[in-house]
């Protein structure tokens, strides 16, 4: 009798586990690492980084590339990794690029915000043949001229899904109220340690869903996340694989759009 008692703890045991297991599709731990800029630093030491982790990330990069990086970006997308836009320009308003005016956002307007997603749309269609395009706001701003521009970059139909940035407690749990035009992520600058970084995607782990990484520079250029912290954290994505998928932003998106 002892014996069925525990038998049937046992079973009503291992159907609470299995009840507790079948959890919203959102539980689903994800991890995207995506960079801006198209910087040098990208190129020499974080997609290294990333290709000897065999991990994908999505990288952000403008029109204004150095031409010698055309071929490199091209290589990068090659492996599996996502080009997004992110403008010809990266107009912004509160930093001004280098000081060109012609580069502030105060002097856009909705129609040369929308041109120059579409040129770059085009630039990264004949770098990579692909139709579906993400999007990061330069400076993680919506507006220009003191306009905003979603509508228009919603109706246009240009931009699958969009960027915007946020700190180390956004993480999308709730996909059901996603505007994929607006996704939240982690802008990861000043003093951010490796721990820092691993906290995060434990954070993640903790509750399940995506956490989006914005980095700029990785061991170099600005807004740097040292290259040892870089690595740390991916050595802890390595050692956590089984349990968490590291894919790009759009691949993130298009699970997160389905299992709302
Ligand atoms: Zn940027």
Known sequence: MKKLTLFLLLISFGAYAQQKKISPAHKKVIIVLSYDDALNSQLNIAIPQLDSANFKGTFFVCGNMNQDNIEKWRAVSKKGNELANHTL?????????????????????VYTIMR????????????????DRSF?????????GGISYLDSL??????????????????ITDYASIDPLQVPSWGVVGKVTADDLVDFVKKVQKNGGIGIFMFHGIGGDYLTTPAANHKKLLNYLVQHKEEIWVTTFGEAMDYAMKNK
């Open 136 to 144: 990061a706001f330069p400076c993680s701003e919506t507006t220009v």
């Open 116 to 131: 120059e997603v579409s040129s770059m749309n085009n630039f990264l269609f004949a770098l990579d043949q692909r139709k």
């Open 154 to 171: 919603r109706k246009s139909g240009l931009i699958k899904y969009a960027r915007i940035g946020g700190d180390q407690n956004s993480i």
């Open 89 to 109: 320009y990266h107009p912004c308003l509160s930093t001004d690029g280098k000081g060109e005016p012609a580069n502030n956002s105060a002097n856009y307007t």
